[in-house]
Each structure stands twice: as structure tokens, then as C-alpha cells.
């Protein structure tokens, strides 16, 4: 859709490279891509590239603003997808002088007024930097932004190039992601049983308990008991029957049987974190505030971040770190935590930012720090083992056709793509075997209107299924 918002449109070149090169070949620019500056990040809308390539990187060029050139490639691995990718990436730029019009009007923008950008940036140069946190995993594969202090606030104004004229929800309600494509996938009725087994603030229960109306009925499950609570008050007041249960979707089955519900006709699992875990700084989970090192979703077991970190190998830290994260500097902030803990635990989120920083031998970063945090790989990377996302997920995947009725349907949204991968692997398995008549063929992803207004939603892909049989 053309983009009238009142920035400079850059017609910019994106190349697929791969790793080792900082530009792309002469002669061989890549698939084009258009990026359009966009209220606070960089949109690439570009050609579907054949299969993952997570090792190529992304090469950013401008094109077509006289004096302007893109000073650096985008130091991430990526591909570009379907409809194409939200990058999140955060242009430091210094926009040409008012009036100009750009040679190639990028995709029907307008140009608009010209304001001047940031002080920080060169003269007469395009430097495409990063925003805070979660932006690797989209630059890499659309993998999550899931992490909500990465994110402008909603309600808040964007950090940097946040001149939009569409109205962004005024405080900080809670808004649940993909919530009309969950409602439409799972095509309740009156008197269903739903699932919803990552309850959170009870921003998709609440509807579909609306939807499944007097006679029916809505299971929550959360790890979370603080969430649990506030999730009870949401849905009390829809005077409908809800069942809460303070457990782990790893273990559904069982919960469904305390309840006597031999299977549910609808189930959505809604992954990640919570901007309520995250706000909190006690629960350790913020790269940005000083605290314990915790990061348990369920803060009533298991092991701590910390704890995690004094005992974890080194090898295995590096691993994790790798996989769960995609931190390039893995292995060198795998040996300084092994080496730190012989003195004293990394047992608080500073001493773990700092570590990291040392590991990349750069200072620890100010706040308004212009691009992703240091630390924000290592924080997701080490919070997915504390929590044992990646296991859990699996294990409900392999519940699944257990727990669903004839007929029955589920909706998972993930925002990392190692959990999307897991996700349609087990759909597809699941169809091939006959559990499963249907299968989303591609995830689904936020509209326009939704990455715009709730930016948590932009690396958000909901894939579905439906249970064989009839309901
Ligand atoms: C992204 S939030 C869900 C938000 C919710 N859909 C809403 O709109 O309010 C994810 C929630 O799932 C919970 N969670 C994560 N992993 C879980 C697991 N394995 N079992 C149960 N709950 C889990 C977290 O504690 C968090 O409250």
C-alpha cells in the first residue's frame, strides 16, 4: 500500500550475500527490493527468494537520492519472503535537501517535507543502523521481535523516525496479535471448547470466550501466576464459564484431564514472552534494567538465569547462544561468562550486559542507544533455555492431535523462526500421517494496519490446522 506518511521514500537495493562479503558482486545486485522509510523502522518489500539461506547476510545500497549513498551493509543474515520482510532496521539518516525528489518515486510515495534527522549521523550519507533488540531475528529469517522494551511503546513516540500521522492507541492497553486471523482460523461456535494455553493477559481469551458464548467454555493455562491473576479479572467479567490452570502447555494432556476434558475444540497458543514479564524489572528479563538475573516465566520453580549460567558448560552456552540467539560473537561470550563466574556468578542483568560488551569489546551502550543492544541476543538466547521454549513447544506440538477433537483447530503464533519451523514441520508431518486434514500452506502474517499500530505484532506468523474428522 503506497505510504503517505511524510518521509523521504528510498528506493534501496537489497542483496542477498554471502557471508565473508560486505557488498554485493558487480553485476549481480540481488533481487530488488524496495525499502521504505517507515515510522520506525525500514519496510523491504521485495521478490520471494528461493528456500532459507540463514547464512546469507543483507546488503542495503541506496539508490536513487543524489548524495546519498548506504554507508554500511546490513551486518545480518537474511532473506526476503513472500509478501515481503519487516526488517526493523533503523535508518540514521540525513535526508536530502526539502524538495527533492527522488529519481524513482518508490513505489508511488510521495516526497514530502524534508526534517532534518538526528545529529548523529554523516553528512550527505545513508547509515542503516538497528533498532534495540529483536531485529536479527527478523533480519535473519522473520524471527521474532517478540521482545517488548526492543519496541516503541505503544502509545509512546517512536525513538527515532517516528513522524507518522496514524494514530497509534493511546495508552498501554494490551493488544493482542493477529487476533481476527486466531478468530478466523479457529472458526468457533456456540457452546465450543477453547484452549487458550498461553493466556497472558487474556488479550485473545477474552474474545473467544465472547465467541464461544454462554454454553461454552475456555480453558487458560499460563506459567506465569501474576498473569494468571490479571487474566481472571479480564475474564470474570465477561460472566462466562473459564477454567485457569497455573501450568505448562508442555503438559496439556494432563491438564486437560484435571479438568475432565477428554479434547478441546479450538486451541491457540500465542508464544514468547509477555510485555508484563519484561516490564517487571525483578523478573530479570530486561537487558535495560538492573536486576536479578531471573528470567523465569513461572517464577515459582525451576532454575534461575543466573543459576543457569554458573552451571551451564561452556560449549553448551556457546551453542545456545548460536542457535536460540544467532549471536554472531557466541563463542567469545560463552568463554568470558565461564571465565567471569570462576571469580564471582553472573548473577544480575549488568553484570551479564557488561560481560557481553566486554566479550565484543565495545563499552556497555547508554540509554537511546540507536541500535540493537549488545546484549539483546545473549538475553533471548539465555531466557529460551531458562524457560525451555523451544522443548515445551515441541512436546504441545506432539500433544496436539491428542487433545483436539474431531474437527477441532489450532492457531500457534510464534515470532522466532526456529519455533515457526517446529511448528510447520510437526503440521505437515501431522497432515501426512492423517492426524491433520488441513494445514495453513503459508504462515499467516500481521496486516499493514497491525504492524503499524502494535508493533509487537510485525515478526508475528500464526499457521494453523484442523483436526481430521468432523466436529
Ligand atoms: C505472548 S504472551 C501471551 C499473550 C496473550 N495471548 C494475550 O493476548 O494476552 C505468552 C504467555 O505465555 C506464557 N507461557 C510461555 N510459555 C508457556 C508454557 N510453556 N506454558 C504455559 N504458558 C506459557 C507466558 O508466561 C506468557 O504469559
Redesign the pocket.
Known sequence: MPDTRGDVPLQLRLALLPDGLDQPPAGKPGPDAVLQRCAVGVRIEGRRHPGNQPRVRAAVQAAGIPGVRAEAAVPARGVLRGGGVLLLLRPLLRLPPAGHRPARGGAGLRTPAVRPDPPETGRGRVVVGFRDVGLPQAVRNGLRA?DPEALPRRGGAPELSGRTSRPRPKSRE????L?EEVREALALRRGDIVA??????????VPLLKAVGKRGRLVG????PE?LTQ?QLELAATGLRFDLQH????GLPRALATLGIDGVDAL???????S??IDQAARGFSYLRPARLDMR??PTRGRTAGALLDEITEANLATALRELGDEPDAAAIARIIAMARLSRPVDTTSRLVSLVCQAKGIPVPSRGWGRLHPAALTFQAVRMLV???ME??AA?LAFLPSCLRPGGRVAV?SFHSGEDRLVKTSFKEGRSQGLYSKIAEDPVLPGDAEQEANPRSWSARMRWAVRSGVR
Not at 174 to 177: K, Q, Y
Not at 221 to 224: E, N, S, V
Not at 268 to 274: F, I, P, R, W
Open positions: 517478540d494490551h493488544v493482542p496479535v487476533l487458550d494455553v498461553t493466556l497472558g493477559l487474556a488479550g485473545h481469551a493455562l499460563d506459567l506465569d498473569n487474566a501450568a505448562n502447555f508442555a491457540v497458543a500465542d508464544l514468547g514472552v509477555s508484563t514479564q516465566m513461572d524457560n525451555r521454549e515445551n513447544l504441545l503464533i
